[in-house]
């Protein structure tokens, strides 16, 4: 893909929103956006693959810290949260903010081109787990779908995200950059045909968890989608939180979690609306209620 003559930002039209040097955004957008990290568990045993999709919270436009999180500190999501039992772990994120419509990078530069990309990393590995939250979830749902991987973790995601490839004025309120010229026509209109993933998941039938606060406007509709999909295992919990909306403490227990063990877990939660601490416990076990406790006393003691 070639660079546009001008790619529009926040900071365009909304003045409480900074702008990123487009050549720096650019030069960015040319690297590699991408990480493989190879930590073999069981030579003779199954070999299992993670994929982590970041997503909007890449960086904070409105701070202006482009430059820090990406450049310096070459920040991908997910890198406190690795799967302990995959053999491969392949990082990826979206320095445009906009749920993967431009790919990755110049070369690997829409939806398409990314799920082949990662279908040649993960061959050959006989597991293959997908994970990310909002944008990210968006995107681990979709390509999990393409690629009909072993199970897919989404959390907050969206099955409906904004139009893309169109500049929108309200786009910088929510973080997002439009992109000009970089698409149009039926190139467009074939991108455009991601905008909604139902019938994406509904397809690829594989086992999706996806994780949402049941008081969260902007997840209202992506949850009614979610539970319309048969093969979508949806938690609500009781808060308002989009992005994580499961305690962290019990995060690593869940994301390690194999397909029986999600499924039982499912079964638990199968329909209700519950709080942190049913949740925290029933993933977690003891371990979470010693951490609740030694949180406790440090919060006292201070």
């Known amino acids: 893909m070639e660079r546009p003559q001008k790619i529009i930002q926040p900071g365009d039209y909304c003045n409480d929103f900074a702008r990123i040097d487009d050549g720096l955004l650019w030069e960015t957008y040319c690297g590699n956006n991408y990480e493989v990290e190879h930590t073999p568990r069981n030579p003779e ?62 070369r690997v530069d829409n939806i398409e081109k990314l799920a082949d990309f990662l279908k040649g990393l993960t061959a050959g590995y006989d597991e293959v787990v997908m994970l990310g939250s909002c944008a990210g979830g968006y995107a681990a749902s979709l390509i999990g779908s393409m690629l009909k991987v072993s199970r897919i973790l989404c959390f907050s995601g969206q099955f ?103 499924e039982c877990l499912y079964a638990q939660f199968r329909g209700r609306i519950f709080g942190h601490n049913e949740f925290g416990f029933s993933a977690s076990g003891l371990k979470y209620l010693l951490t609740m406790l030694a949180n406790f006393f440090k919060k006292f003691k201070s």
């Open 45 to 106: 045993g199954k070999k299992v693959a993670a994929v982590y999709f970041s997503d909007n919270c890449l960086y904070d436009i409105a701070e202006n810290n482009f430059y820090q999180r990406v450049i310096v500190e070459n920040h991908f999501a997910w890198k406190n949260n690795m799967l302990k039992n995959a053999d491969l772990h392949i990082f990826v994120r979206d320095i445009f903010l906009k749920a993967y419509f431009y790919g990755i990078n110049n």
């Open 160 to 262: 409906n995200p904004p139009q893309l490839g169109l500049p929108n004025k309200m786009s910088g309120k929510f973080g997002v950059m439009d992109m000009e010229e970089m698409v149009e026509g039926e190139e467009l209109e074939k991108r455009n045909q991601y905008r909604s993933i139902a019938e994406y998941v509904r397809e690829g039938n594989v086992p999706l968890y996806y994780f949402v606060g049941s008081g969260c406007p902007a997840d209202t509709e992506d949850c009614r989608v979610a539970m319309s999909l048969p093969n979508v295992r949806v938690f609500r919990f009781n808060n308002a939180v989009h992005g994580m909306p499961v305690d962290r403490k019990c995060l690593a227990d869940l994301i390690n979690m194999d397909g029986s063990g999600l």
